[in-house]
């Protein structure tokens, strides 16, 4: 229990003020990771159907779920993705340079521009959804996107010598990511069958490929490197719903 409720403090701005961890405790509030999307997921689904029975334009309404996912999350990932966008897009950075910026609180140019685009498009793709799959993809998107830093974490170093999400990868092993694996196949089939598993295996290529680039860059992963793949994720599995769906 002590488990999921840091995956919920982390990635969530529930005030749960656990204390009392360990290594191997952070290590399987991994697990949980999924299980946290899942929440957050049939939160945007059951806002969805509220406020479409209620009339609201579809469009006020996506506009509405991406802001309360900002809010429930306290708007960390999008800062990792701004950071990022800073490091990565300014241009010819050495390693030392990249990390530097990345620990810079304040944002750039390229990284007000990433927020605004990864906004756009979130906003631009639940428009073009059917109404028929989008609660599925509202949930699929929390939970796969999640589930993505797990398998990242456990497939790339950390490239600072210290960082918060550093501490939840010290214990990470093989048996964590199985038991997340499995959580998360359980919930993408149960939620849209084998086309569940199809945008999982798409995100999961997605995901490697990104941050296979971003380790070459800076030596591996970081907080605000996992943020931005969450951030991504999230548009590449509406994407890849949309698709889906349409063929």
């Not at 030392?96 to 609180?105: A, N």
């Not at 993505?148 to 490239?159: E, Q, R, S, W």
Request: proline letters at 2%; hydrophobic letters at 60%; a positive charge.
């Amino acid at each position: 229990m002590s488990s999921f409720l840091l995956a919920l403090q982390f990635l969530t701005v529930l005030p749960l003020k656990v204390k009392q961890f360990n290594e191997e405790r952070m290590a399987w509030a991994l697990v949980f990771f999924p299980v946290v999307g899942l929440f957050l997921g049939l939160i945007l689904a059951g806002l969805n159907t509220l406020f479409s029975g209620l009339g609201i334009l579809p469009a006020v309404i996506n506009i509405i779920l991406v802001i309360t996912l900002v809010i429930l999350t306290g708007g960390l990932h999008m800062d990792g993705l701004s950071d990022t966008a800073d490091a990565f897009l300014s241009g010819g950075k050495g390693k030392e340079e990249m990390l530097k910026i990345m620990h810079d609180p304040h944002i750039g140019v390229m990284g007000v521009l990433s927020l605004i685009s990864i906004i756009l498009l979130k906003i631009g793709l639940l428009s073009s959804m059917s109404v028929i799959v989008k609660p599925a993809a509202l949930i699929l998107m929390c939970i796969l996107s999640r589930w993505a830093v797990v398998m990242v974490m456990y497939l790339f170093p950390y490239a600072r010598q210290e960082g918060k999400a550093k501490l939840f990868m010290q214990g990470l092993n093989l048996k964590v990511l199985l038991a997340s694996l499995i959580i998360v196949l359980v919930f993408s089939f149960s939620i849209w069958g084998l086309k569940g598993w199809l945008v999982l295996l798409v995100i999961s290529g997605c995901a490697y490929l990104i941050n296979l680039a971003i380790a070459k860059k800076i030596g591996g992963v970081t907080g605000d490197t996992l943020g931005a793949t969450i951030e991504i994720m999230e548009v590449v599995i509406l994407l890849t719903v949309c698709i889906t769906h349409k063929v």
